[in-house]
């Protein structure tokens, strides 16, 4: 079992940051690729960005690209989102999620979820 715990949702302005953490705790963090999604009102939900176990590779949505960055610190158990000049179109409960060595774009393929946070961006 892997845990985990996401914080740093909020509400902010549009053009805005915030700054996401996922914290994983139970089997070794290190053997997990890490995703981030999302998921608003009405809607599916939505693949946002992905790193590898070691964080030597990383792919985005087209929508966040050059905006959020995603990062791990396998000795802290940690998985950051870094998002900058976000957009109202952003406002969503954001989700991270763990898989066993390799990432995905599609969430059916994560084996553990944290509870998620919000995110809200006004006009």
């Known amino acids: 079992q892997v845990q985990l715990v996401e914080s740093g949702g909020g509400l902010v302005q549009a053009g805005g940051s915030l700054r996401l953490s996922c914290a994983a705790s139970?089997?070794?963090?290190?053997?997990?690729?890490m995703g981030w999604f999302r998921q608003a009102p009405g809607k599916e939900r939505e693949f946002v960005v992905v790193i590898s176990k070691s964080g030597g590779s990383t792919s985005y949505a087209d929508s966040v690209k050059g905006r959020f960055t995603i990062s791990r610190d396998n000795a802290k158990n940690t998985v950051y989102l870094q998002m900058n000049s976000l957009k109202p179109e952003d406002t969503a409960v954001y989700y991270c999620a763990a898989r066993r060595y390799s990432g995905s774009y599609y969430y059916r393929d994560y084996d553990y979820w944290g509870q998620g946070t919000q995110v809200t961006v006004s006009s």
């Open positions: 139970g089997r070794t963090f290190s053997n997990y690729a």
